[in-house]
């Protein structure tokens, strides 16, 4: 990572272990730092304390799904600040009139991929350029 590039913080939020470390992985090796949470409660505990960058988010999860971590985010602007919402997930299709109305644009098939990662990522170092 150059040295004028911003170390970005992202909430990698995921109920399945083993995608939720590669998606960790993924984010690190790309020089940036990574949070996770196993669920919506977690994330939203997460989201009190620290303010992001980037939410990875699944949408299907127990205990407090990815639609209802929106709705609290769009609830609570104040942590929203800066925030790109990513919806990951392996049912995106049924879900994205109900994510477009909530707001999100970014969502991607599981598995995200390298290359849509550093895409995001140089999608938020042009908008902070600019």
């Known amino acids: 990572m150059s040295t004028e590039a911003k170390q970005l913080r992202f909430l990698i939020v995921e109920d399945t272990e083993d995608i939720r470390d590669l998606m960790v992985r993924m984010v690190v090796r790309q020089g940036h730092l990574a949070d996770e949470a196993a669920d919506g409660l977690e994330a939203v505990a997460a989201l009190q304390e620290e303010l992001y960058d980037f939410i990875l988010l699944d949408l299907t999860m127990p205990r407090m799904g990815g639609e209802d971590v929106v709705r609290w985010l769009n609830e609570h602007p104040d942590r929203t600040v800066g925030l ?16 477009q109305e909530l707001g999100v644009t970014n969502v991607f098939q599981k598995p995200l991929r390298t290359q849509q990662l550093r895409d995001l990522i140089a999608e938020k170092d042009l908008g902070t350029r600019s």
């Open 84 to 99: 790109e919402v990513v919806v990951i997930t392996a049912w995106a299709g049924e879900r994205r009139a109900v994510l």
